[in-house]
């Protein structure tokens, strides 16, 4: 599979029906940046921006420790959406994914989840990924393994999707692999999206990454210990809301090794941010 190509351009003006427009004037913008040099900034920066919403207190402990001085940019596509009171089901709907399309599936602030299509949130990513520059990355990625047309930017945007798939090939050969996804609407073409990449057997498995904090790690252990016991030899995680803490419990459950997509996509964007530095 080839990586999205970003030279060209997404016409957004014509992507979302404004007929449905949701008011985000009152909306916060809680859009956080972290420099562990200072405010000075002295490290090169890493924009971070996710299709749902900034900061995601959930991927710092695991990105940090894979980015020493890399100062942190994050944004997010739905920064500006608003997910408060009766706002909420007119913003749901208007973010929903089409009749049939595989679904999005991201995090907001307050850890709740939402399911995206593809049409409502690629003229949001354009407008993250250029906050993200503007507060200085020399480099930003796309926090989402889903799969996206080209994206405008001055500077490297790298799609977390080809850095994860092209990372896995290498690594499992023609061995059978297991993917565990979010949402059962994904399952389908995550399976085939793998499929087209990998010469050994595809699987997949779904557990929610955003579910009850008391359940998740349940969930993956059981996604896991399924995918092993029809036949997988490795097991990869694929959307960028399973943890370190979920890998693990995905390994003790299958005794297969676990690639986790947050931590190869971040571990790729710190060598192209030291490449621009």
Known sequence: MHAVDTTETVDTTETVDTTETVDTTEALDTTETVDREGPSGGGPALGLVTIGQAPRADLRPDAEPLLPGVRLVEHGALDADRFDGDAEAATRRLLAPEHGEAPLVSRLRDGRSVLLGHGAIVPRITDAVARAERDGAAATLLL?????????AR?????????VQQAVAAAVGTDPVGIVCPHPDQAEDVSRRWAELLPGRVDAAVADPYGPAERVLDDVAAAARGLAARGSSWLVLDCIGYTERMRTAALRAADRPVLLARAIAVRMAAEVVAASA
């Open 155 to 163: 500077r490297p945007l790298l799609f977390a999707e080809p850095l």
């Open 144 to 152: 989402c393994t889903g799969r996206f047309p080209a994206v405008r």
